[in-house]
């Protein structure tokens, strides 16, 4: 059986990671925020054009920086895993000028720890909260054009109350890690519906798996 394919979804605090991660593992959203102090491990599947996926999604905290060694990661018990991650997503909120400097730093971070002779890791930048469009503070195509052609990044906006491109998102996630059955254009309608549910497991750091 193939290994996981292993996520790390990273932000500042009250981007909505959380909201993101719950709303494609289970169609669910909370208008009450919750500030996550330990990362939160999820197992599940997706099934995309026909075919099974294993998925392993790690929800982080918002860290302080990236662990420039894996002693450094095991050592602080809400970096663990990072390091091994297959791809990136990178959640900024698109009122907030602060999470997109902390998007900036991270991803600076990761270039300089993971891809300098080991080879490149996908990183996918996520402007979260499209919902409150008329607070954005910085334009569109400003970030996007940073992003896809300076960063050659893989660019994506949502919104995880209204389950908008949330579905999309995850989907760029698999391609870009070069899973050859994700590559159908058409990928991401067979993505809804796709998990299954019985196959989730939700792993604290300090408590293992709770059903």
């Not at 009250?14 to 169609?27: E, N, S």
């Not at 054009?49 to 809400?78: K, M, R």
């Not at 900036?104 to 270039?111: C, E």
């Amino acid at each position: 059986m193939s290994p996981p394919f292993r996520i790390a979804v990273l932000g500042a605090q009250g981007v909505g990671k959380t909201a993101i991660v719950q709303r494609f593992l289970h169609d669910d959203y909370s208008e009450v925020a919750v500030s996550s102090k330990t990362r939160r491990v999820h197992l599940s599947a997706a099934v995309l054009n026909g075919h099974v996926h294993d998925l392993q999604i790690t929800d982080y905290p918002a860290i302080s920086s990236f662990p420039v060694s894996t002693l450094q990661e095991w050592t602080d018990v809400c970096c663990r895993g990072i390091r091994s991650a297959h791809v990136y997503i990178l959640v900024y909120d698109i009122c907030c000028f602060d999470s997109f400097e902390y998007v900036k730093t991270m991803r600076q971070q990761i270039l300089e720890t993971r891809v300098m002779g080991s080879g490149e890791t996908p990183i996918l930048i996520v402007g979260n909260k499209r919902d409150l469009q008329r607070g954005r503070v910085i334009p569109r195509h400003s970030i996007s054009d940073l992003v896809r052609k300076s960063w050659k990044c893989g660019y994506v906006e949502c919104s995880a109350k209204f389950n908008w491109h949330i579905l999309l998102l995850f989907g760029e996630a698999l391609r870009s890690v070069g899973c050859a059955r994700c590559k159908h254009v058409h990928a991401t309608i067979r993505f809804q519906r796709a998990l299954r549910r019985e196959r989730c497991v939700l792993m604290d750091s300090n408590y293992g798996p709770t059903n």
